[in-house]
C-alpha cells in the first residue's frame, strides 16, 4: 500500500449507512431464528477501491472479490490486514495468481481436487510464511449445468480428504459453498431447496470425517432465507454497494 485512497463523505455516509442497513437485517433474522453467528461477507467485485476504503475505516475487514486480476489489483492498493474472500469462478490456470495474493484468507469457489494441489502447490511455492488460505468446497446443488461445483460424492469426498490430509499444508478446509438458483431464490417465504441441500453434504461430510463446516450461502436476494436455513456467512454485494456496472466499465481507481 503506498498512499491512502480517498473518498466523498457523500458516498461515506450513504454506503456505511446501507452496510449498517443491512447488518441490522441479518441481526435481527438470526436473533429470531437463534442460530449460530452469521457474518456478513461484502461483496465489492466491480466497485472502486474508494467504496472499499470506506468500509475498512468504518470497520469492515472481509471483501469478497470475483475476478483475478481485479482482486491482485485491489489488494495491492487497499490495506494488508483485509482479508479477501475470492467467490468467483475458479480456473486452473488462475490458481498460481491466486495463491501468490498474501492476504487471500479464503477462497470460497474451489470445485475440484486437482485445484486444490495445485492451490497448495503453488501457496507452499511463492507464500509458505502466510497463513495457510481457508477453502470452502463450492457444491452444485442444483445440478444446473451452467453453473460451477462439485455434485458427485466420490469426488467431495476426495476432495475433503485431501484438504484434511497431510499431503496438504498451505490451504485448509473451513467449509462448503453454494450459488442457489435464481428461481428458488425469488419464491419467497418457501424453504430454499439449494440451501437443504448444502445443510445436507454438511452433516454427510461432519458425519464421516469429524469436521464441522461453515456454511456459505445466501446473497442480496435470498439471504434472509439463508439465515433461517442456518449459514455462517450471507455474501452481499448489491444490497450494500447498489447495483454494480458492467464489467468493462468498472473502474478500480
Ligand atoms: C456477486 C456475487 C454475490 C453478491 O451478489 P448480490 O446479489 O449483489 O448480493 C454473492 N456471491 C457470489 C458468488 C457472487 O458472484
Known sequence: ?????????????????????????IDTESNQRNTVPVSLLAVSKLKPASDIQILYDHGVREFGENYVQELEEKSQLLPDD????????????????????????????????????KLNEARGKYQPDQPAISCDIQ?????????????DEKEIF?????????????????????????????NEGEENKDFSKLVEWKTK???????????????????KQAIKQGTSEVRIGT???????????????
Not at 485431501?162 to 496438504?168: A, G, H, I, R, V
Request: charged share 25%; net charge neutral.
Open 1 to 25: 500500500m503506498t498512499q491512502k485512497i480517498t473518498y466523498d463523505t457523500q458516498r461515506q455516509n450513504e454506503l456505511v449507512q446501507q452496510f449498517e442497513h443491512v447488518k441490522n437485517m
Open 82 to 117: 483485509i482479508k479477501w474472500h475470492f467467490i468467483g469462478g475458479l480456473q486452473t490456470n488462475k490458481c498460481k495468481d491466486l495463491a501468490k495474493i498474501p492476504n487471500l484468507h479464503t477462497i470460497e469457489t474451489l470445485d475440484s481436487l486437482k485445484k486444490a494441489k
Open 139 to 151: 457444491i452444485n446443488t442444483s445440478h444446473e449445468s451452467q453453473k460451477s461445483g462439485l455434485q
Open 158 to 186: 476426495d476432495t475433503v480428504e485431501f484438504l484434511l490430509s497431510d499431503e496438504n499444508k498451505y490451504i485448509k478446509l473451513s467449509g462448503l459453498m453454494t450459488i442457489g438458483s435464481w428461481d428458488v431464490s425469488h
Open 205 to 223: 461430510i461432519d458425519d464421516k470425517f469429524g469436521t464441522n463446516l461453515r456454511l456459505s450461502m445466501g446473497m442480496s436476494a435470498d439471504f
Open 239 to 253: 444490497d450494500i454497494f447498489g447495483v454494480r456496472p458492467p464489467k468493462d466499465q468498472a473502474k478500480i481507481l
